[in-house]
């Protein structure tokens, strides 16, 4: 009977077009395996894995960790390699049990970026008998651990502040650890052993969490743009001195980049958004074309009354960022383009500073305090000698599956109108509940 009925729903749909996206979203499975399907032997191959140093097998013996099958890497110098879509701008999380068998001798367990030049997070079962997560570059011992215990690790990214949370056992034991060495994307995780007892994997699955809320967004590029005063294009005002659409030398990226400059007043440029009131992130590209005039950059209030965070290209060379009413140079810079990314917590009245991904100034406090929203950009400028500006992008709070709503005809919420849901439609297809039919089951 379902077969039939499920012969008529095909029938009906057999006429529609079905388009699918190849993008990744909040929720969507990145990569999923628990080596069940895979060939007992050689690992190197199969799935897309990857063994640049002997050995990585599919173990389909007494340690295999749930099921008859896990990955065993082993042999002194191991290293065994998944690539997946590379992931930036999100977070993911990352799951996976492992059991190391012995707890004298070290595996390390990375997530990288496709190249592997780059390290996200990095975790080790270290010879000391101690579970290490790396904060940068410092190791923290965050628990012992023993041979032949099964743990579950879940790694919760953000790829975009280049941070990560570490849970063993669902228990928290890093929260909010730095990057190794900072990468803005992540497609590759690593697995190396260091002798060999062998360690074993199952259960892997990486899967993105959410998204950040992309407020606003600009290259400064025509025909959103024309070269000229800025003023009144696409919601930028000028309050006082200039800002220009410009081309030509000087230009960051594309084909045109804003400039700001002192002319006849400071410079003081903005651009309004929706005010928020828990997180706010200010991203962008700026070269300051000399070393010894200042330009500064405000995420302020909706009412542009209140300042939350500022950052100065300073006269003297550093740049800045205050804490509270209290100047503080982070660094040196020369006359050349940086990536500079504010990322505000509103509700803590705090932010973090980053300079070519790498953090510079960690839970500064709000320049004022009475500051509970951000709504404005402002980008000051003190000579006549401009400071360029490009790729800006205003982003809001992570956003996941079910913040836009269902589709009605998403009947099991997964943010997708698919298969399954059709799946669902099939198997009560023709069946009913009304009462005053005879033929409802």
């Not at 699918?20 to 060939?39: K, W």
């Not at 990352?94 to 780059?118: C, F, P, Q, W």
């Not at 230009?251 to 003081?268: H, M």
């Not at 928020?276 to 909706?302: C, E, G, P, Y």
Request: proline share 2%; charged share 15%.
């Amino acid at each position: 009977m379902k077969m039939k009925k499920f012969v008529v729903l095909l029938t009906v749909l057999s006429g529609m077009v079905f388009l699918v996206s190849p993008a990744v979203y909040a929720g969507t499975t990145i990569y999923q395996t628990d080596f069940e399907s895979f060939t007992a032997g050689d690992v190197n191959g199969q799935d897309g894995w990857v063994v640049t140093a002997p050995a990585g097998d599919i173990n389909d013996g007494p340690w295999a960790i749930n099921g008859t099958k896990s990955l065993m890497v082993y042999t002194s110098g191991a290293d065994v390699r998944k690539s997946f879509t590379p992931q930036s701008g999100i977070t993911i999380t990352v799951e996976y049990s492992i059991d190391t068998s012995v707890n004298n001798k070290t595996v390390r367990l990375d997530l990288m970026n496709s190249a592997g030049t780059h390290t996200g997070p990095r975790v080790e079962f270290k010879d000391t008998g101690n579970i290490v997560a790396y904060d940068s570059t410092t190791g923290t011992a965050v628990g012992a651990y023993s041979g032949h215990i099964v743990y579950n690790v879940r790694l919760e990214v953000d790829i975009f502040n280049q941070t990560y949370d570490l849970y063993v056992d669902d228990v928290l034991k890093a929260d909010n650890f730095a990057f190794y060495n900072g990468t803005s994307s992540l497609g590759l995780f690593r697995i190396q052993r260091y002798t060999t007892s062998p360690v074993y994997i199952d259960d892997l699955s990486i899967t993105s969490s959410a998204v950040y809320d992309t407020l606003y967004t600009t290259g400064f590029e025509s025909p959103t743009f024309t070269t000229g005063t800025v003023a009144g294009q696409d919601g930028w005002t000028i309050t006082a001195g200039a800002g220009d659409i410009f081309t030509g030398t000087g230009v960051i990226a594309g084909a045109q980049s804003l400039k700001v400059y002192y002319s006849g007043a400071n410079a003081d440029v903005r651009k309004s958004f929706a005010s928020q009131t828990t997180t706010a992130t200010l991203a962008f590209k700026t070269t300051a074309l000399n070393t010894n005039r200042t330009s500064q950059f405000d995420l302020l209030n909706a009412t542009t009354t209140r300042t939350a965070a500022r950052v100065l290209f300073n006269g003297t060379g550093y740049i800045t960022a205050y804490n509270g009413t209290t100047a503080t140079d982070l660094m040196t810079y020369a006359a050349q383009t940086y990536d500079i990314r504010i990322v505000a917590d509103i509700a803590a009245k705090t932010y973090d500073v980053y300079v070519d991904n790498v953090l510079k100034a960690n839970d500064y406090a709000f320049y004022d305090n009475l500051a509970t929203d951000i709504g404005t950009v402002r980008i000051m400028r003190y000579t006549s000698v401009a400071v360029n500006v490009d790729d800006l992008t205003i982003y809001g709070g992570l956003i996941g599956c079910g913040d836009w709503g269902y589709l009605p005809a998403d009947l099991n919420e997964d943010c997708y109108v698919d298969f399954i849901d059709f799946g669902s439609v099939a198997d009560g297809w023709l069946n009913c509940t009304q009462p005053s039919d005879s033929n409802c089951l």
